[in-house]
């Protein structure tokens, strides 16, 4: 499985959805706080790209040599439709400066000095220290996630379907229920219908949905580092599922 770092850093480089928190801009409106593109230094740090006019630039800006602490606050969602469709937040925390020059004129980019980062998702909720934050690789498919899932459930719904057969006895992961009590354990029965949730190096996470709702992932024999091998890989889990 991927490490807690390897998935904030991931989240952090990905498309998901993300707000800048930062104290005393309370009043700001949330799609003033997004940042219009971001990326992690070579040192870890992660850079955020901001309106020049935008509240949070303004409050770098008035900060000048004091620290400014601020959250960058991370929602992963699921690009297909799904039950429980939030896969994951994670929370970077550190400490905001402007850097001039770096952006076109009328933006700003500010960086945020990572001091700890927490993530929550579909692995568990996990802490993550600036220096393994730093040395972690984002996972090879996080570009063409989206994409890949939305094929294929749009073009494979019959084969991702099949999964099923590949089941047998084993327990599913729990999902929370609507009080946040925790469903038992299902397996696959008539009536389940699969929906490719998250894809990684290392397989393939599927939620069955029905009556029960559970998710069974599929790990894929080696991790997969491109495109060329992941369609190897599925076209092997496919193939298992099939005989």
Do not use: N, Y
């Not at 940042?35 to 230094?41: L, S, T, W």
């Not at 439709?81 to 020059?101: E, N």
């Not at 004129?105 to 600036?130: F, K, N």
């Amino acid at each position: 499985m991927p490490s807690a770092a390897e998935r904030t850093r991931t989240l952090v480089q990905s498309t998901s959805s993300a707000v800048l928190l930062v104290p005393g801009l309370d009043s700001a409106l949330p799609e003033q706080l997004m940042p219009q593109a971001r990326a992690v230094g070579t040192d870890g740090e992660v850079f955020l790209l901001f309106p020049a006019d935008s509240p949070a630039v303004r409050a770098a800006t008035h900060a000048q040599d004091d620290e400014l602490s601020a959250v960058l606050e991370i929602t992963d969602v699921a690009p297909v439709s799904v039950p429980h469709r939030i896969r994951g937040r994670a929370w970077v925390r550190g400490w905001l400066t402007c850097v001039p020059g770096l952006a076109a004129p009328g933006s700003m980019m500010l960086r945020l000095e990572v001091g700890e980062a927490d993530v929550d998702d579909l692995w568990g909720s996990e802490s993550v220290e600036p220096e393994a934050f730093a040395r972690a690789l984002v996972d090879p498919l996080v570009a063409h996630e989206t994409e890949l899932l939305q094929h294929l459930h749009a073009a494979h719904s019959d084969q991702m379907q099949g999964l099923c057969e590949l089941l047998g006895d084993r327990s599913a992961t729990r999902l929370p229920q609507a009080d946040g009590t925790k469903e038992a354990d299902r397996t696959g029965g008539p009536g389940q219908r699969a929906v490719p949730l998250a894809l990684d190096r290392f397989g393939l996470r599927v939620r069955f949905t029905g009556e029960q709702c559970f998710d069974a992932r599929f790990d894929f024999p080696t991790p997969v580092r491109d495109i060329a091998e992941l369609r190897r890989a599925m076209h092997t889990l496919f193939a298992a599922a099939a005989h």
